[in-house]
């Protein structure tokens, strides 16, 4: 299983190099969920969830969700 965080606006994952793909299998993988909920949330992102993504049988299972510093543009300067 590989732990990934996921635009719950897009549906898109976050890659290694913190951009968005549509391929799960691109998604930066993460070792445990507590790590990929740290980094969600400092992510310029809204709403997101951390899914554990089988890539055997291209199933997901929600495993948490929660908010990031919000949508990229939105910040105070």
Same mark, same amino acid.
């Given at each position: 299983?590989? +732990?990934? +965080?996921?635009? %719950? /606006?897009?549906?898109? @994952? $976050? !890659? *290694? =190099?913190?951009?968005? !793909?549509?391929? %799960?299998? /691109?998604?930066?993988? #993460? $070792?445990? !969920? &507590?790590?990929?909920? =740290? %980094?969600?949330?400092?992510? %310029? +992102? /809204?709403? #997101?969830? +951390?899914? *554990? @993504? #089988? &890539? *055997?049988?291209?199933? #997901?299972?929600?495993?948490?969700?929660?908010?990031?510093r919000g949508a990229a543009g939105t910040q105070p300067a």
């Amino acid at each position: 299983m590989n +732990i990934l +965080i996921e635009n %719950a /606006d897009s549906l898109e @994952y $976050l !890659t *290694g =190099d913190s951009h968005w !793909t549509k391929i %799960a299998a /691109d998604g930066r993988r #993460f $070792l445990k !969920t &507590p790590a990929a909920f =740290d %980094a969600a949330k400092r992510e %310029a +992102i /809204d709403r #997101f969830n +951390i899914v *554990g @993504y #089988f &890539p *055997g049988t291209r199933q #997901f299972v929600n495993l948490n969700h929660g908010r990031g510093r919000g949508a990229a543009g939105t910040q105070p300067a």
